[in-house]
């Protein structure tokens, strides 16, 4: 079955960069596209990009150019998001997501998320 | 960027409850409108795909309607474990974009 393993909980100092993964299994990794968002205590979803596993080609959120980039290790189906320069407000959960084999794809499965604190 | 106005912003329903939740989006995206259920401390998980396809394993009592504009998630009979938040999503375009979600209490 499909699943998506995220690495665990961090609590981060203002400045510094925070990186998460996310282990894919279940399928073909270079079949589907992957998505990151996050989820800010009590907020909606925010998308913040996609990578494409195969060729690595990637596409990240208006707000989050020049502080994210996002990565992936074919040989070990997993997925990495790095964000860099972090403030209070980048304290969220963040979650990947199996988007479809085209761009437009729905996100089928979801990773059981990463809580990231930011604090001083 | 298309945004995606979803209303109500919560409810209060009873068990065996018809329940509607509407997402209306800000230009026409086709049937790229997904609906996603989302419980507390837990990833959301998707209900309902291309507006109206069920996704596999979600009980039938979860449907949904529209295309271009105008969008509807429908319970025929609220259960239990419905109880939770309710996100649209449109992904016609980039950025994809969600509606704020509706959160569907017990009465």
């Known amino acids: 079955q499909v699943q998506l393993v995220q690495s665990g909980a961090e609590v981060k100092k203002p400045g510094a960069s925070m990186k998460v993964s996310c282990k894919a299994s279940?399928?073909?990794?270079?079949?589907?596209?992957m998505h990151w968002l996050r989820q800010a205590p009590g907020q909606g979803l925010e998308w913040m990009g996609w990578?494409?596993?195969?060729?690595?080609?990637?596409n990240y959120a208006q707000d989050f150019q020049g502080r994210v980039t996002m990565t992936r290790d074919t040989s070990i189906s997993t997925a990495y998001m790095e964000l860099s320069g972090l403030t209070s407000d980048d304290t969220a959960m963040y979650y990947c997501?199996?988007?479809?084999?085209?761009?437009?794809?729905?996100?089928?499965?979801w990773g059981q998320g990463t809580l990231v604190t930011v604090s001083s | 960027d298309i945004q995606m106005t979803q209303s109500p912003s919560s409810l209060s329903a009873s068990m065996g409850d018809r329940v509607t939740i509407t997402c209306r989006a800000s230009?026409?995206?086709?049937?790229?409108l997904h609906w996603y259920q989302q419980k507390p401390g837990k990833a959301p998980t998707l209900l309902i795909y291309?507006?109206?396809s069920l996704q596999s394993g979600v009980p039938s009592r979860f449907s949904g309607s529209g295309s271009e504009t105008d969008f509807t998630l429908t319970i025929s009979s609220l259960q239990p474990e419905d109880f939770a938040s309710y996100f649209c999503?449109?992904?016609?375009?980039?950025?994809?974009?969600f509606g704020q979600g509706t959160k569907v209490e017990i009465k």
């Open positions: 997501a199996r988007g479809g084999r085209m761009i437009r794809g729905v996100y089928d499965y």
């Open positions: 279940g399928y073909t990794f270079i079949g589907h596209y």
């Open positions: 990578i494409n596993p195969n060729g690595g080609a990637i």
């Open positions: 230009q026409t995206i086709s049937n790229y």
């Open positions: 291309a507006a109206s």
């Open positions: 999503q449109q992904t016609y375009t980039t950025p994809p974009t």
